[in-house]
């Protein structure tokens, strides 16, 4: 069933972006109408917007049919979520204030406040007001949510706080607000992502061909549901999106590191990375000769997730790469590393879009084969993983 979305865009230079913010939604998936206050029209066309939604676009010019509809009542029913962006000063003041002067307004009236989501976006100091900011706390305890601004050179030629986020970003937080699951909400889960690198000399190095995109994909999917996401990727094909939090670490030692300094209370670890078996045991300083190559003497690498189990009392999900979805080794491995559940996945999935596993977890459960795109697999690994 696709969710219902209703964007209010008022009247703030950063109108502009929001066709593309309508052809993502659609683009998902989504049904979209949309709302203009009559300064908004000044950035922004009604016909535009008709064409992307595919839905007609109201505002404060009511037919007598939207008068007698009560359509400000009809569109507050309809929405599954009322998206305002980008939401500036004025509006916001006449939210807090209880003002119904407008089309938009009057339709946030007649809404359950916790299906409104803020998109703020105004000059630095408009943002720094002490009046808007006492207006945002007081709508934040009524329920209403929001997204904070982005920071950089604002329209006006101020720079600092106040810029309406990317659309991908805006995107997210609505998709998060429809799909948040009250289990993973203040719950923290570390990621891990791609590839490690074990130099061999200053030139070479030791690594393997993970894309990182399953990790990153689990990522998005713990994001959406309401958890609080810190991947920590090694060499990836893939971008980390721009709403999730990350920390590059280059080789094994680097990226256990990294999660040592992050784990903290209710933390839960998601080990996708690829980490190399071995390291060099005597790494040169310079670039080895070819017939030195020959003879290199390596060395087994760290164990992250024996390293974190024996210190950390947090649950940890394993993954281990297999020639076929081998259950004997994996039984094996999540005995051995103390793993709460283990993920098996065939070396099919390596550069593939796609991916089959199946998940062991420590209960004895096993799932049957899942099979699909990498962002598929991952929606279902998180169900699954819903209660360790």
Same mark, same amino acid.
């Given at each position: 069933m696709k969710n219902n979305i209703l964007i209010g865009i008022s009247g703030g230079i950063a109108a502009y972006k929001m066709p593309g913010l309508v052809r993502l939604f659609? +683009?998902? $998936?989504?049904?979209? +109408?949309?709302?203009?206050t009559d300064n908004a029209r000044l950035f922004v066309t009604r016909e535009t917007i008709e064409v992307l939604s595919g839905n007609d676009v109201y505002s404060d010019e009511l037919s007598d049919r939207d008068i007698i509809d009560a359509i400000h009542i009809e569109l507050s029913k309809w929405a599954d979520v009322i998206l305002i962006a980008?939401?500036?000063?004025?509006? @916001?003041?006449? @939210?807090?204030?209880?003002?119904a002067d407008n089309l938009l307004t009057s339709v946030v009236a007649a809404s359950d406040h916790k299906k409104i989501v803020l998109?703020?976006?105004?000059?630095?100091?408009m943002w720094d007001n002490p009046i808007l900011k006492e207006n945002l706390k007081k709508l934040n305890n009524l329920g209403i949510n929001e997204i904070n601004p982005? +920071?950089?050179?604002?329209?006006?030629?101020?720079? $600092? #706080?106040?810029? &309406?986020?990317?659309?991908?970003?805006?995107?997210?937080?609505?998709?998060?607000? &429809?799909?948040?699951?009250?289990?993973?909400?203040?719950?923290?889960?570390?990621?891990?992502? $791609?590839g490690t690198e074990e130099d061999i000399d200053p030139v070479r190095v030791i690594s393997n061909k993970s894309s990182g995109k399953m990790g990153i994909e689990i990522a998005k999917q713990l994001f959406f549901k309401g958890a609080d996401v810190l991947v920590i990727k090694g060499r990836t094909d893939v971008s980390v999106p721009k709403y999730i939090n990350y920390i590059e670490a280059k080789n094994t030692k680097s990226m256990l590191n990294s999660m040592e300094k992050n =784990?903290?209370?209710?933390?839960? =670890?998601?080990?996708?990375?690829?980490?190399?078996?071995?390291?060099?045991?005597?790494?040169?300083?310079?670039?080895?000769?070819?017939?030195?190559?020959?003879?290199? #003497?390596?060395?087994?690498?760290?164990? =992250? @997730?024996?390293?974190?189990?024996?210190?950390?009392?947090?649950?940890?999900?394993?993954?281990?790469?297999?020639? $076929?979805?081998?259950?004997t080794k994996a039984?094996?491995? &999540?005995?051995? *590393? +103390? &793993?709460?559940? =283990? @993920?098996?996945?065939?070396?099919?999935?390596?550069?593939?879009?796609?991916? *089959?596993?199946?998940?062991?977890?420590?209960?004895?459960?096993?799932?049957?084969?899942?099979?699909?795109?990498?962002?598929?697999?991952?929606?279902?690994?998180?169900?699954?993983?819903?209660?360790i």
């Open positions: 659609v +683009k998902n $998936g989504y049904n979209v +109408k949309v709302v203009l980008p939401a500036t000063f004025n509006t @916001i003041g006449k @939210i807090a204030s209880g003002i998109s703020p976006s105004m000059n630095v100091n982005g +920071k950089g050179y604002l329209a006006c030629g101020d720079t $600092g #706080e106040g810029r &309406l986020p990317d659309i991908e970003i805006i995107f997210a937080h609505v998709k998060r607000h &429809l799909e948040k699951d009250n289990w993973f909400m203040g719950k923290k889960y570390i990621v891990t992502a $791609g =784990i903290s209370e209710n933390t839960r =670890i998601v080990m996708a990375a690829a980490v190399s078996d071995f390291v060099v045991k005597n790494k040169a300083k310079k670039k080895f000769h070819k017939d030195e190559l020959k003879t290199i #003497e390596l060395k087994d690498n760290i164990d =992250i @997730i024996k390293s974190v189990s024996r210190k950390y009392a947090v649950p940890i999900i394993g993954f281990a790469l297999e020639n $076929g979805i081998d259950m039984k094996r491995k &999540l005995k051995e *590393k +103390k &793993l709460n559940a =283990i @993920i098996v996945n065939d070396v099919s999935a390596i550069g593939s879009e796609n991916s *089959k596993i199946r998940i062991l977890k420590d209960s004895g459960d096993i799932t049957e084969e899942i099979s699909g795109t990498k962002e598929k697999v991952a929606e279902v690994i998180v169900s699954e993983l819903r209660n």
